[in-house]
């Protein structure tokens, strides 16, 4: 099973921005599949955010479209979120995963964001 680890979190204040970096391991058809990042705040289901495929089409839930960006990196086996204008209700921990997610989860990195 692919291994994944999330990593970018932190604390910001609100119109502030984070950038995630997801990297994963264990597979060498890493860049043929369709990943995504999910998060779950607390007491709420984990939702997908934003998702990109092996041809790096993405695709945003509506409620970050235009704020945030999915993208593969240059390097192996890496997806980012670079994340703008936060709001306080993006506050949640994100994980990345394969598209749809197979129940293949990392640990997740924490984003808080508040003043």
């Known amino acids: 099973q692919m291994q994944l680890v999330e990593s970018g979190g932190g604390l910001v204040q609100p119109g502030g921005s984070l950038k995630l970096t997801c990297e994963a391991s264990?597979?060498?058809?890493?860049?043929?599949?369709?990943m995504g990042w999910y998060r779950q705040a607390p007491g709420k289901p984990r939702e997908l955010v934003a998702a990109i495929t092996g041809t790096t089409n993405s695709s945003y839930a509506d409620f970050v479209r235009g704020r945030f960006t999915i993208s593969r990196g240059s390097t192996m086996n890496t997806v980012y979120l670079q994340m703008n204008s936060l709001y306080p209700e993006d506050t949640a921990t994100y994980y990345c995963?394969?598209?749809?997610?197979?129940?293949?989860w990392g640990q997740g990195t924490r984003v808080t964001v508040s003043s």
């Open positions: 995963s394969r598209n749809p997610p197979y129940n293949n």
């Open positions: 264990g597979t060498r058809f890493f860049d043929f599949f369709n």
